[in-house]
């Protein structure tokens, strides 16, 4: 025997160059075989199923790497996986060698117990650590490192292989005593996603079919709401709360639909943020749906908010993706004139010489600013008609012109295209110009309208057609300059949403408050991460973004007016008296905290993250008191800044009132890099994933037929995947995958 396995080890490592631990696995074949000859009998066998490129069993084979493979002949008993069988030998198929070949076995019993709960925690635990390295394989694979994507040089090329093939035997080496179970639990866990994939498809297509029926009793409704219409919405709201819970108990039901709903949902504001649009996180929709039921009832909205919160993106997002029309906008300011909303008449010159055009304009405007003077009181409306006699007047004189076709302006336009029109900035335009819009907001589809700026042509107001309206409301405060207070009476006729900065919670560490109410801090998550949902950072990046996600809410909060604890008052210089923040120009919105990660992405994390906040951020304020304060805030209670080479003592000015205030700023080197595996990255977005509660069904008895009708069912919906392993490969690859074959089911 020992002469045999010399020989083997000498062939082995002449021809191969096999590594020791091959060597080993191959003789201990031989050993196998060799005590075959005393018993041909096998137990504790683990099978997994083979299959075609169409999903379909073929054969069932053993995965020990200690012996040869054991295929089970066609006479032979299907087995269950996750089950140990006892297996009679009946065959060889290549017994001179050793190493080639395998053997042709038949189920003799079931032998064993049923895999315990912790024995399947101990292979998911080996699972999970196998598909990390596997994940940073692909990383590297890809050349999506810290370095970034560049041409690599043959020494960097070799290094990078040495290291995906390290990596590649270490993730086998994980689940090696294990192989069977693992193969096993992966499948079990490919099943639980696409489960929960299917059934959160069904429950979107419901919510969505409930909003469309909500949205068109609210349009059909006449004057007062009848006791049976209230009846049906309040019924509708129901089945609305009920889906939302649905969806929550989808969330838990394992850990492959938490994992997998939200990764997908972390890859979906990736994607909204890399192509510049608003991210719908559960508080954006939420307020998106409110606004489109609204919209499509023809009731209009008027969406207010601070600066930076998004208020216009949004308006145009829902006109874009809900209503499916681009809206027109409408930019209010003080010199927001009737002509602007409404349109205007258009000089045709015919005959006139063009040298005397100059003298022609002059003379219309000169008269015109005449008749003003003489009409103090006179509405917008009444100087736009006066304006238009004037010029016509005058061209008749000359017989040199005549007035062309009148130009729809917004207003006008939406109504007759079925648009929405957005107003943006809506408390900025002058009373007397934003109260003609009174009888424009109560129009619905099919009414009929009278343009009086175009001889009282008639248009009818087309479906789609709706006014939605933005601005900054002072109501009583003076924090945005060139608004005004709306009067009460106009913002009745609104339906009003105040629209937040992200929800997010200020307190306490990321190891406790990890979970809902930090939507501002999944954002952060998503922007850095690539597009399978991993992370490549410096190792300090969770905790970090935490802490920016954190101070921005805190940041915005105050330039809000809103009360904060007195802990994040402005220290005096010198004193133990706290002054409450005043903040009027900065906000770390979230168009802000982009800029941030931009910079220090494309950087390649060439520094700490504390720089990019100073240089995109703090030193961007041209207020040198507000600078001053977002230092001492940042730095002592959200911990920037503290890194060598800060100011840890920088003058303040008394109370704040400095006229000038800067630091030195060291180009600090970042801690190290680290991966984050994709589920790394959504405990932290969404807290721990949920206790799994069911393992891998163990059942003695050979599969019945109706299971394997599933089993066919299953894979047909995922559609020709002719490599599962592929498949596995990353749960993004595998949401895509499913997605596709869900969606065409």
């Known amino acids: ?50 299959k075609d490129k169409h999903g379909e069993i073929v054969g069932y084979r053993s995965s020990s790497k200690n012996r040869k493979a054991i295929k089970l002949s066609e006479e032979s008993l299907k087995p269950s996986q996750g089950v140990p069988y006892s297996v009679k030998i009946k065959e060889d198929t290549n017994p001179e060698d050793p190493t080639k070949g395998y053997y042709v076995g038949e189920i003799v019993e079931h032998t064993g117990s049923d895999i315990s709960a912790e024995e399947w925690e101990r292979v998911e635990e080996k699972v999970g650590k196998a598909q990390s390295k596997k994940r940073k394989e692909a990383k590297i694979r890809t050349g999506e490192t810290l370095e970034g994507k560049t041409t690599l040089s043959k020494r960097l090329k070799t290094r990078k292989d040495a290291e995906q093939e390290a990596l590649r035997m270490e993730a086998e ?23 929960a994939l299917s059934r959160l498809r069904k429950i979107e297509k419901q919510r969505a079919s409930l909003i469309e029926e909500e949205a068109e009793i609210l349009n ?40 997998g709903l939200h990764l997908h949902e972390l890859r979906e504001y990736r994607k909204a943020l890399r ?32 600066l930076g919160s998004g208020k216009t993106e949004l308006a145009m997002h829902v006109a874009r993706e809900y209503i499916e029309k681009d809206a027109l906008i409408i930019s209010g300011s003080k010199h927001t004139s009737l002509a602007e909303l409404y349109g205007h008449q258009s000089l045709a010159i015919d005959k006139l010489d063009t040298d005397e055009v100059g003298s022609y304009v002059e003379a219309v405007e000169e008269r015109f600013k005449k008749w003003v003077e003489e ?78 700026q175009d001889s009282g042509e008639e248009l009818v107001v087309q479906e789609g057609f709706s006014v939605v309206m933005t601005g900054n409301l002072n109501q009583g ?17 609104l339906h009003k949403i105040e629209y937040d900065y992200l929800p997010q919670i200020t307190e306490g560490p990321l190891e406790t408050e990890a979970g809902e109410g930090n939507e501002l801090y999944a954002l952060l998550l998503s922007y850095i991460m690539d597009k399978h949902g991993n992370i490549e950072a410096p190792k300090d990046s969770l905790k970090k973004l935490w802490r920016l996600a954190q101070a921005a809410r805190i940041i915005q909060n105050i330039f809000a007016g809103k009360e904060v604890s007195d802990a994040y008052y402005f220290q005096q210089q010198g004193g133990s008296r706290r002054v409450k923040p005043i903040l009027r120009e900065s906000v770390l919105s979230v168009r802000s905290l982009e800029n941030i990660l931009t910079a220090w992405q494309q950087g390649g994390y ?24 977002l ?74 037929k109706a299971e394997e009708e599933v089993e066919e069912v299953n894979f047909k919906q995922l559609g020709d995947i002719s490599d599962m392993d592929e498949f596995r490969e990353g749960v993004a690859t595998e949401i895509d995958d499913l997605e596709n074959a869900l969606r065409d089911a």
Do not use: C
């Not at 405060?477 to 006729?493: C, E």
């Open 375 to 452: 009409n103090p009181d006179a509405s917008e409306e009444d100087k736009n008609r006066a304006h238009d006699r004037i010029l016509q007047t005058y061209l008749k004189q000359s017989e040199g012109g005549t007035i062309s076709e009148f130009y729809l302006g917004p207003v006008y336009q939406a109504m007759k295209e079925g648009r929405p029109v957005i107003v943006d900035e809506v408390n900025a335009i002058p009373h007397e110009v934003l109260i003609s819009l009174n009888n424009i907001l109560t129009r619905r589809p099919g009414d009929v309208i009278r343009v009086q």
């Open 606 to 629: 060439k520094r700490e993250i504390d720089y990019y906040l100073w240089k995109e951020f703090v030193e961007q304020s041209t207020v040198p008191q507000e600078r001053a304060y």
């Open 220 to 259: 059909n409704i006449e004057d007062e709401i009848s006791g049976v219409e209230h009846e049906v919405l309040a019924e509708i709201r129901e089945e609305l709360d009920a889906l939302d819970k649905e969806y929550q108990e989808l969330l838990n039901s394992s850990p492959e639909a938490f994992y």
């Open 275 to 306: 192509e510049g649009k608003i991210v719908e996180t559960p508080y954006v929709k939420e307020q998106a749906e409110d606004m489109v039921a609204h919209m499509r009832a023809g009731i209009p909205v008027m969406l207010y908010g601070h």
């Open 1 to 50: 025997m020992a002469d045999i396995e010399k020989n083997i080890k000498n062939i082995i490592r002449k021809e191969n160059n096999n590594s020791d631990k091959e060597i080993s696995n191959i003789t201990n074949q031989h050993k196998a075989l060799e005590e075959l000859d005393k018993n041909s009998i096998i137990p504790n066998i683990y099978f997994i199923p083979e």
């Open 173 to 195: 080496d994980e689940v090696e005593d294990v192989s069977v179970l693992a193969e096993a639990l992966e499948e079990f866990q490919t099943k639980n996603l696409r489960e």
């Open 631 to 704: 230092y001492q805030l940042l730095k002592d209670r959200f911990t920037f800044f503290q890194s060598d080479g800060w100011e840890q003592s920088p003058d303040y000015g008394a109370g704040g009132n400095t006229n000038s205030f800067d630091v030195d700023v060291p180009e600090n080197d970042p801690p190290e890099g680290e991966f984050f595996h994709p589920r790394e990255v959504v405990e932290a977005a969404f807290g721990p994933i949920p206790e799994r509660n069911e393992w891998p069904k163990v059942q003695k008895e050979e599969s019945s």
């Open 477 to 493: 405060q003076d924090k945005y300059v060139g608004r005004q207070d709306m009067d009460p009476a106009f913002l009745s006729r």
